[in-house]
């Protein structure tokens, strides 16, 4: 059974910081992409940040480009996101996902964010709010 357990969010002031974790486990964390998004009400979800394991090559939204780092422990098929420098406008329900990726050119190739409807496995979330 595939499980992804998002979490680590919670209510912290503008400029704070928390470290969300998404535990995955029932598939070879190797083949997936792990992505981070995000949907505030009245909002469309949106793609944060996601990673491949087994190239290190990551994903960041331009929202969130050089505040948030994406990182990943294989040995505990966990997914790490530091946020930093928290603003208001991160407040929202943070999802993890996973899709298996494609192989092209005998290389898995991390789908780009905007693909998130493709990710086949989901988390339930962890709401992150963020006081001005």
């Known amino acids: 059974e595939v499980q992804l357990q998002a979490s680590g969010g919670g209510l912290v002031q503008a400029g704070g910081s928390l470290r969300l974790s998404c535990a995955a486990s029932?598939?070879?964390?190797?083949?997936?992409?792990i992505g981070w998004f995000r949907q505030a009400p009245g909002k469309e979800r949106e793609g944060v940040s996601s990673?491949?394991?087994?190239?290190?090559?990551?994903y960041y939204a331009e929202s969130v480009k050089g505040r948030f780092t994406i990182s990943s422990d294989n040995a505990k098929n966990t997914v790490y996101l530091q946020m930093n420098s928290l603003k208001p406008e991160d407040t929202a329900v943070y999802y993890c996902?996973?899709?298996?990726?494609?192989?092209?050119?005998?290389?898995?190739?991390?789908?780009?964010?905007?693909?998130?409807?493709?990710?086949?496995?989901w988390g339930q979330g962890t709401q992150v709010t963020v006081s001005s």
């Open positions: 996902a996973a899709e298996r990726m494609a192989i092209v050119a005998g290389i898995p190739t991390l789908p780009p964010l905007d693909q998130w409807p493709q990710y086949e496995y």
């Open positions: 029932g598939f070879t964390f190797d083949d997936y992409a």
């Open positions: 990673i491949s394991s087994s190239t290190g090559f990551t």
